[in-house]
Each structure stands twice: as structure tokens, then as C-alpha cells.
């Protein structure tokens, strides 16, 4: 009965009543900042806040706080367990954007700002991100399971609130980083380095640039430099990307957190009043929680949470149950639900994501994500400003409308203030962007020119030369073929003898794009490897052999990597692998597949199979799948 008071309060009806307020102040407030509805910004945020006050100062007189804070439980476990899995689905990605936070010129400019402390780096965990990442994943997950269930409520409450004031912290950085300010860093050289030299010599020309100090090891220089702004902050990592087309903005993001935030308050103040659920309000909670995980699980289009969800929430109350004397309580529960995200994240490091939200999916039609961008539209308007009130109106640039409005050629109501574009439509990039494998002319050897659509290439891009002999001067030298057909009078026999003509590469011409080419093919078969020295080469014979299967079945396999040329030639040396291979960016790479090496098989563009290099088919299975066609 005590606990039935607890959780109604003083009124049953009426703290129901307030929360249901409550929530819908919350979004009245996150309407009110959000882009789309910003001619009714100051409405929303007045409603809101008006409904927040009430709602907060109705929840406190009627002892609603357990109520209150029995709703963001089952918001905030259910979200924590779906948001923890689709980070522990990619945790190499995930890590990758951990990575962007820590280099020197992203998170780390603001401490060197606030605290004077231009040394300040935290690039040292950058060499820690997948642990980090990894950690992170498992601890949402099992924060949101002891959240629905109860346990050990004053320990999560507080783990809880720092991960939420962190993560806040993290994309208010994110929304308001100014990729046009400027910071101090610090940065130490020996001065053995070149690049020491070069600071020296550039510091009394450039006011960016101060020698702090110098001695005959190493000179210490401080430079303004711009931020690196993380433009995605990454928080339900390339799900919500490869579902509803678009991550969120940094503002919706920091939105998100702060509601995430707020729903953590309420349970950090009812944590005394907060105790281990009872049977039936395990069900309460748990049914209520998978509704929470249903919902977000459709958003994402991905239904694996409901599953792992329901396993992780019963599996931890039969531990409680079941578990015995060592296991039987919530440190129980914890090692149960730690043990099977353990196992999910072992999995998808040892070979593929789960759930493949990359544009680069098998199924994907790469043709399609090169071109589903869409293109944003403006429109120019005057903004002028009211005399008398002070208020700003924003006008469309267009004829037809200034007839509507005869008042504003009024100067003495209204005073112009600038023209502005404003965007109509909202743009959009192409999923796909940067697949740009290309090999430097240079580079070219007898394996890629053995590819039709090289041959043609540097074909198309060959002049014709002739080698003229000047009687006069007795010299040699050469003139384009097209020079002497069209002005033949300026080289006449008495004067010039033809030596010969030859054919050469144009020297304007630099880089062969094979981008085209190999979306347009029927059969390619790809080998990735974001960097051939990192690479887990101990398949190299299975490649081998399914080199050999296309070579005979006349399919081409194409090696895509970022390396040197050099490093190319040394790799080939070392483990004969005789297929073409072209470079590109890491960063595609990456996203292309987390696993190095990895396998991709395309038809027309469309990704038809994606082995990571553990996951490599029998030869045989592989030539009977996709060569014998």
C-alpha cells in the first residue's frame, strides 16, 4: 500500500493529468526552437512554458515525483537499450566519430578557451576509441535495463545524469561550434622537424603565428587556428540515416539531449523514493518499455531491439530470481545483460554489422544514392523593420505581392533593413558522394590498362606528335600532328625535313576516374582495404583463388584501397595478387565496410554480397553465387 501511495501521490487523477501536461509543454518547447516553426516560435515557447510551470508546480504539491519519474523510466531505459544497440550494431563507426570529437581542434578548443590552456589535447583517446566505444554501447544498455526494472536506482541515477550532462554537453558543442572563430594552440616542435623551421620563418610575417619559446631542441609556438566542427554528432550513429534519409540536426540533437536530460532529473530526485520493482509492476514496466523499444525499433526499421530488449529485461529479473546467492540481485542482472551485449559487439567486431544502415548495403543501388539528393530552393525577401514598434517583417522579392502591400513604401511606417535569401526547400546530399576510385596515369601498369575501360581512356587522351628537323637551325623538335595539317605552308620541304611522328599521353591529362566504369558493369567483384598495412591478410590465398575463378569467367575484380604507389608495388610484391588497383579516400572507405579487407560483389551498381574478411565464402560457393551467370 506504501508503495501505491509512493506512485500516486496525493491524487491519482490529477498527477496523471500533470504529466500528460507536462509532456505536451515539452513539445510545445522543442516546437518552438525548432526551424520549422519559427514564425510561431515565441507562441510555442509561451505555451510551453506556461504548461511546464504548471504542470512542474502541480506535480510538486500533489507529490507526483514518483509518478513523473516512473514515465521518463520508461522512456529513458527504452530509448537507452535501442540508442545502446544501434551504437553497439557499429561500433568501429562509432568509434570513428569518437575520433572527430578528440582530435585537437574539436571538442578539445573549448577547454584551450575557457581555461587558458592552449596544451590542453585530447587526442591521447583517440588511440582508446573502440574500447571507449564499446563501453559506451554496453553501459546504455544496461543503464536502461536497471532503469525499467529498478535496480540499484541511486548508483544509476547518478551514472545516468553525467552520461546525460556529458552527452549534452557534447552536442550543445556540437549546435554552436563556429567554423569561422578562432583559438589559441599550442603546439611543441623539435627542432629537428621541418616543420619547426617553417613556423620560425613564418611567425614574423603572420600574426597568427607566436613563438612562445625557442632552445636548441624545440621550439614552442602558438597558432590561431579554426575549429573542426562536427557536423553529425553521431548519436543513433547511420541509423537514422539509412531509415528516414537524414541524421539529425546539431540543434535537433541537442534537443533531444536535453530532453533526455530533464526525463533523468525526475528520476535523479525520486531515486529515495524509487525501490525494486514488484512482480506486477514488472510487467507495468516491462510492457510499457517494449512499447517504447516497438516504437523506435519501426523508426529505425529494425526489429532486432524488441527481441534483444525483451531477452535483456526478462534475463535480468530471472537472474534476480535465479541467481542464487552470488547471482542473485542486481549485480546479477548486470553481469547477465553485460554478458549478451558482450557477445552482440564480439560478433559485429568479428564480422559484419547486424544491421547495415551504409549506403554501401547489400541491396543498394549505388547508381540511386549517387543521385538522391535533392537540391535546395531559395527565394530572395526584404526584410524592413516597423518605426514604431521596432518589429521586423519578412517580405517575398517578388512584384505580385508588393500590390498586397501598399503600406510599405510608407517610410514613415517602415524603415528597409537588408534583402535575405530565405530557403523554401531544404536540401539534400546525395547518399553517396565521394566514390571516387582513380588511378594516376603514372601509376598505370599492365593490369589496369588490361581493363577495357582504361585502354580506352588513355587512348582518348593521346596527341600526336611530329618530329621536324630545322635546316636552317639544325635543330630538332616537335609540333602537334594537328599543326601541321591545318597550316602545312609553315613547314615547307626546302626548310624542314619529317623525322617521324609519335603518339603521347597528354600532359594536362593526370588521373583516370574509374567510378563510372565500374557501376556500369554487369559483374565486378571488389576488394577493399581502407589501409593495406592495417589489413587482416590472412585470407590472401581465398582472394587469390577467387581472383582466378573471375579471371576465368571473365568477371573483372577490382582492388579499391588509399595507399602510395610505392606501397601499392610492395604490397603486390609481397603477396601476388595480380588484379588492378585503384585508390581512394580512407573516409569512403570506411564507410563502405568496417571490416579490413572486405569483398563487395556488384551487378549494375547494385551491391548483390559484402564479406568482411572473417566472413569470406567457400571459392566454390562464391563462383557458383555469383560467377556462373
Known amino acids: 500500500m506504501k508503495d501505491q501511495i509512493s ?88 568509434s570513428y566519430k569518437l575520433e572527430e570529437y578528440f582530435e585537437d581542434g574539436a571538442l578539445a578548443f573549448r577547454i584551450k578557451e575557457w581555461f587558458n ?25 544496461v543503464l536502461g535495463v536497471l532503469t525499467i526494472i529498478g535496480g540499484k536506482i541511486k548508483l544509476v541515477s547518478y551514472l545516468m545524469l553525467f552520461m546525460m550532462v556529458f552527452f549534452t554537453f557534447l552536442t550543445w ?68 540515416k539509412g531509415s528516414v534519409g537524414r541524421s539529425l540536426t546539431p540543434s535537433e540533437s541537442l534537443w533531444k539531449d536535453i530532453i533526455l536530460l530533464y526525463l533523468v532529473v525526475w528520476i535523479f530526485v525520486a531515486q529515495r523514493k524509487i525501490r525494486p520493482n514488484t512482480g506486477k509492476e514488472n510487467l507495468i514496466y516491462t510492457g510499457l518499455s517494449m512499447l517504447v523499444i516497438v516504437f523506435f525499433s519501426w523508426v529505425f526499421g529494425w526489429y532486432f531491439p524488441i527481441g534483444f530488449g525483451l531477452v535483456a529485461i526478462l534475463g535480468a529479473l530471472w537472474t534476480l530470481r535465479a541467481g ?37 548495403a547489400i541491396g543498394s543501388n549505388l547508381k540511386e544514392k549517387m543521385n538522391d539528393g535533392i537540391d535546395a530552393k531559395y527565394e530572395n525577401v526584404l526584410v524592413y523593420e516597423n518605426v514604431k514598434t521596432g518589429e521586423q517583417d519578412v517580405f517575398p522579392d517578388e512584384s505580385k505581392e508588393w500590390d498586397k502591400r501598399p503600406d510599405i513604401f510608407d517610410s514613415k511606417k517602415w524603415k528597409f ?9 531544404k536540401g539534400k546530399l546525395n547518399s553517396i558522394n565521394d566514390f571516387k576510385p582513380s588511378i594516376r596515369v603514372q601509376d598505370v601498369s599492365p593490369l589496369e590498362k588490361a581493363l577495357l575501360f582504361v585502354s580506352d581512356t588513355l587512348d582518348a587522351h593521346k596527341v600526336k606528335l611530329m618530329t621536324v628537323f630545322s635546316l636552317e637551325y639544325e635543330s630538332a623538335y616537335q609540333i602537334p600532328f594537328e599543326e601541321y595539317e591545318m597550316y602545312p605552308e609553315e613547314y615547307p620541304e626546302d626548310k624542314f625535313n619529317i623525322l617521324d611522328t609519335l603518339e603521347v599521353m597528354d600532359t594536362l591529362f593526370q588521373d583516370i576516374d574509374a567510378k563510372d566504369a565500374i557501376i556500369d558493369m554487369d559483374n565486378v567483384v571488389l576488394v577493399i582495404s581502407k589501409r593495406l598495412e592495417d589489413g587482416n591478410w590472412s585470407r590472401m590465398n581465398d582472394i587469390k583463388k577467387i581472383a582466378a575463378e573471375c579471371k576465368e569467367k571473365d568477371v573483372p575484380m577490382i582492388m579499391i584501397c588509399n595507399a602510395s604507389s610505392d606501397e601499392i608495388v610492395a604490397f603486390r610484391k609481397k603477396n601476388k595478387l595480380n588484379v588492378p588497383i585503384f585508390t581512394m579516400d580512407e573516409i569512403e572507405l570506411k564507410i563502405i565496410s568496417r571490416s579490413n579487407p572486405a569483398v563487395l560483389v556488384l551487378e549494375k551498381g547494385v551491391v548483390k554480397a559484402k564479406y568482411g574478411h572473417r566472413s569470406f ?13
Open 617 to 629: 565464402p567457400a571459392v566454390d560457393k562464391f563462383k557458383s553465387s555469383y560467377l556462373n551467370k
Open 7 to 94: 506512485i500516486e501521490g496525493r491524487s491519482k487523477v490529477l498527477n496523471v493529468a500533470f504529466v500528460i501536461v507536462n509532456i505536451i509543454g515539452l513539445v510545445f518547447l522543442v516546437m518552438g526552437n525548432h526551424a520549422s516553426f519559427e514564425e510561431s516560435a515565441g507562441l510555442f515557447n509561451t505555451i510551453g512554458l506556461i504548461l511546464m510551470i504548471i504542470s512542474i508546480g502541480g506535480l510538486i504539491l500533489f507529490k507526483g515525483r514518483v509518478m513523473m519519474s516512473s514515465f521518463s523510466r520508461v522512456v529513458v531505459g527504452g530509448l537507452f537499450i535501442v540508442s545502446g544497440l544501434v551504437k553497439a550494431n557499429d561500433p568501429i563507426g562509432f
Open 324 to 360: 542464487g546467492k552470488w547471482l542473485g540481485n542486481h549485480y546479477g542482472s548486470i553481469l547477465f545483460v553485460t554478458f549478451i551485449c558482450s557477445l552482440l559487439v564480439i560478433y559485429v567486431l568479428a564480422y559484419v554489422p547486424v544491421k547495415d544502415y551504409r549506403p554501401y
Open 173 to 240: 558543442h556540437t549546435s554552436s561550434c563556429d567554423a569561422n572563430a578562432r583559438f589559441t594552440d599550442r603546439d611543441r616542435y623539435e627542432m629537428t622537424d621541418g616543420v619547426a623551421q617553417i613556423k620560425i620563418n613564418e611567425a614574423p610575417n603572420d600574426p597568427a603565428i607566436t613563438i612562445v619559446s625557442q632552445t636548441d631542441k624545440e621550439v614552442v609556438v602558438d597558432e590561431l587556428k579554426q575549429p573542426q566542427c562536427v557536423a553529425d554528432c553521431g548519436c543513433f550513429g547511420d541509423a537514422l
Open 417 to 425: 533593413v537588408e534583402n535575405r535569401q530565405k530557403e523554401v526547400v
Open 117 to 141: 590552456s592552449p596544451e590542453f589535447s585530447m587526442e591521447f583517446f583517440m588511440d582508446y576509441a573502440l574500447l571507449l566505444s564499446v563501453l559506451i554501447c554496453i553501459a546504455e544498455i
